[in-house]
C-alpha cells in the first residue's frame, strides 16, 4: 500500500486512535482540570451520553456537556475525578494518531465512514 493511500485510509473505525479528555471550566473561562480517557474507560461511560444524545457518533465531534447528575455514575466507573461545584465538565473527543500525525482525508476520497474528531 503507498503512502498516499495509507493517509487517507480511514483510521479511527471502532474508536481506534481516538482519545477523550474530560475538560472543567471555571467561571472565569479558564480551563481548571483536564483528564484524558482511552477507548477501555470511554467503553465504560459511553451509555451515560449515548442514550441523551443517540447512538455512537455524537463522541467523535464537539464537546459535550457532563452535567452534574452523571458527575457520580462517571466516578462509579472512571474512579475519583475530583469534579468541584462551580466547575462546568465536558467530554470531548481527540484524534491520537502515532506520532502524533493529523489525519484529514485526501482530496476526492468521497463520504468518509464516520465522523472525524478534532486534531
Not at 36 to 48: D, F
Amino acid at each position: 500500500m503507498d503512502s498516499d493511500h495509507a493517509q487517507r485510509e480511514y483510521p479511527f473505525a471502532d474508536g481506534r486512535n481516538v482519545l477523550w479528555e474530560l475538560e472543567g471550566y471555571g467561571a472565569d473561562d479558564r480551563q481548571h482540570s483536564s483528564r484524558w480517557l482511552g477507548r477501555e474507560e470511554y467503553l465504560r461511560i459511553r451509555h451515560l451520553f449515548a442514550a441523551e444524545l443517540g447512538g455512537d457518533d455524537w463522541m467523535m465531534t464537539g464537546s459535550w456537556p457532563v452535567p452534574p447528575p452523571l458527575w457520580g455514575p462517571l466516578e462509579e466507573l472512571l474512579g475519583p475525578l475530583g469534579l468541584e461545584d462551580g466547575i462546568d465538565y465536558f467530554l470531548g473527543a481527540r484524534q491520537n494518531l502515532p506520532g502524533g500525525r493529523l489525519w484529514r482525508p485526501g482530496p476526492g476520497g468521497g463520504p468518509l465512514p464516520g465522523p472525524v474528531p478534532s486534531p
